[in-house]
């Protein structure tokens, strides 16, 4: 069965960190561009970042930019997404999602372009 499976999320402090985890089952992600995606109540879901099937691109939102790293660890079949110094305003239901085209571009990822979603994960930004 092909899925993806988000963990990682929880509720932190503003300041704080968390280390978001997409793995993959039933495939392998190598051959596709990861992005990932947040939504927070009432509004549309975002793209927030993305990293190309060759790793040799990322991309961050204006809104996380030094403060998220997007990685890939092939061997685990897992893309990661690290988050620090968190503000309440990053409080959302994050996705990651696979784009078989394998781009990352300037642009950002489209909702469009990505086809295998996971389940999603709360994160929760909360004195």
């Known amino acids: 069965q092909v899925q993806l499976v988000e963990s990682g999320g929880g509720l932190v402090q503003p300041g704080g960190s968390l280390r978001l985890s997409c793995a993959a089952s039933?495939?392998?992600?190598?051959?596709?561009?990861i992005g990932w995606f947040r939504q927070a109540p009432g509004k549309e879901r975002e793209g927030v970042s993305c990293?190309?099937?060759?790793?040799?691109?990322?991309y961050y939102a204006d809104s996380v930019k030094g403060r998220f790293t997007v990685s890939r660890d092939k061997a685990k079949n897992t893309v990661y997404l690290q988050m620090n110094s968190l503000k309440p305003e990053d409080t959302a239901v994050y996705y990651c999602a696979t784009d078989p085209e394998g781009l990352c571009t300037g642009y950002g990822p489209d909702v469009r372009d990505y086809h295998t979603w996971g389940q999603g994960t709360q994160v929760t930004v909360s004195s």
């Open positions: 039933g495939f392998t992600l190598d051959y596709y561009a």
């Open positions: 990293i190309s099937s060759s790793d040799s691109s990322t």
